[in-house]
Structures are given as structure tokens and as C-alpha cells.
């Protein structure tokens, strides 16, 4: 059963740089999506985008100027950019696996605040 | 403001059925699968239902998922307590080439 496991700054300052990292373990990582969802506190789910094991990437129209992801197949991991944060991106975020059917497998999440 | 749309609660007693809706548009509901996912309290979201009311290993066929149009609906039966957790459905829109969610509901078993 594949381990995904979210890591990176808990703080972030308003206009600064997101950057998250997620760790695959147990599962190749070739021929699926990986994806990053954010929930902020008492809210529902958004999608942020998906980047392919190959590197192609897709992103949330509203948020795809901000938006960044990379893919390390190598090294199991994969990560997210967002830039010029702001308190609206304060959310917890998953990072996920879509396997073309579903996201099936999620990490537990990471806690991003923003403040200065 | 989620594209698309779900009662923010629901309940029931234990034993009961709950229904949970979720409404979308001929983009996303209206053209393509709706997913599942239950989030326990506290918990990462986990996948309960997808594409023709498939279930994972390990989800009791008590949920079950079904479409009609632009809305899609979640079924549980035989009600439990450990059922009380936060459903949200997911679907991918054709116009926003985005997935997109319901903003949650938040069921209580009575």
C-alpha cells in the first residue's frame, strides 16, 4: 500500500513563497497523477493540481498563475510552489495519488499558516 | 463558493438511511463520474465511492452512490455512529478543466 507524507514550513509570511514537499513510499510512482488538495479550517476541499509521473502538470484555473509543481520519480517525492501567499491560502494541505479512477491514497496533511 | 452544491448537515439515528445530495451542471456532474470521500474527524479524506457506485476494499456495501442528471446522491443504510464524519463529493469539470468539489456535509448520527 503506497505512504504519501506531507512536509514543509508550517509558517509562511504574507507575500512569500509556499513550498511544500510529499515523500511516496511503498508504490512505484510511474504512470499515475500526483496531486495537492487544500481544505482550509471548517471548509471543503479544493484541488490545487496534479503533476503527472512524466512532468506534465495541470493546475487550477485560480490558482495556476501562483502555481508550481514538480515531480522527482528518482528520489519518491513531488512538490508544490505556491507564491505571493496570502491569508486565503492558510489551509491544511494533502498531497494525493490519482491513479485515473479516483485519489485513492492521501497523506495526513500538513498545516500552513500565513502570517507575518 | 464550491461548484458544487451540498447541504452543509445531515442525520439520523442509528439503523436509519441518510441521503446527501450534491448538485452540479452539465459540465461536471452532467457529463462526467462523481466521487466519494468520507473525512473522519481529524482524519485525511478516504475514498467511499467512484465512477458507477464502485467501492474500495475495506467500504461496506451500506454506501452507495448514484447519478440523475446535473446531481448525485450518497446512500448510507443501517446507520452507525462510526458513520459521523464530513462527505464531500468530487468531480472533474469539462469547462474549467479543473476538478471541483462540494463544500462538505457534515453528517451526525443522533
Known amino acids: 500500500q503506497v505512504q504519501l507524507q506531507e512536509s514543509g514550513p508550517g509558517l509562511v509570511k504574507p507575500s512569500e513563497t509556499l513550498s511544500l514537499v510529499c515523500s511516496v513510499s511503498g508504490g512505484s510512482m510511474d504512470n499515475y497523477y500526483w496531486i495537492w488538495i487544500r481544505q482550509p479550517a471548517g471548509k471543503g476541499l479544493e484541488w490545487i493540481g496534479r503533476v503527472h509521473a512524466s512532468g506534465i502538470s495541470d493546475y487550477n484555473p485560480a490558482l495556476k498563475s501562483r502555481v508550481t509543481m514538480s515531480i522527482d520519480t528518482s528520489n519518491y517525492h513531488f512538490s508544490l510552489r505556491l507564491t505571493s501567499v496570502t491569508a486565503a491560502d492558510a489551509a491544511m494541505y494533502y498531497c494525493a495519488r490519482d491513479d485515473g479512477d479516483s485519489f485513492d491514497s492521501w497523506g495526513h496533511g500538513t498545516v500552513v499558516t500565513v502570517s507575518s | 463558493q464550491s461548484v458544487l452544491t451540498q447541504p452543509p448537515s445531515a442525520s439520523g439515528t442509528p439503523g436509519q438511511r441518510v441521503i446527501i445530495s450534491c448538485s452540479g451542471g452539465?459540465?461536471?456532474?452532467?457529463?462526467?463520474?462523481v466521487y466519494w470521500y468520507q473525512q473522519l474527524p481529524g482524519r485525511a479524506p478516504r475514498l467511499l465511492v467512484y465512477r458507477r457506485n464502485q467501492r474500495p476494499a475495506g467500504v461496506p456495501d451500506r454506501f452507495s452512490g448514484s447519478t440523475s442528471g446535473t446531481s448525485a446522491s450518497l446512500a448510507i443504510s443501517g446507520l452507525r455512529s462510526e458513520d459521523e464524519a464530513d462527505y464531500h463529493c468530487?468531480?472533474?469539470?469539462?469547462?474549467?478543466?479543473?476538478?471541483?468539489f462540494g463544500g462538505g456535509t457534515k453528517l451526525t448520527v443522533l
Open positions: 452539465r459540465s461536471n456532474i452532467g457529463n462526467n463520474f
Open positions: 468530487a468531480t472533474w469539470d469539462d469547462s474549467l478543466r479543473s476538478w471541483v
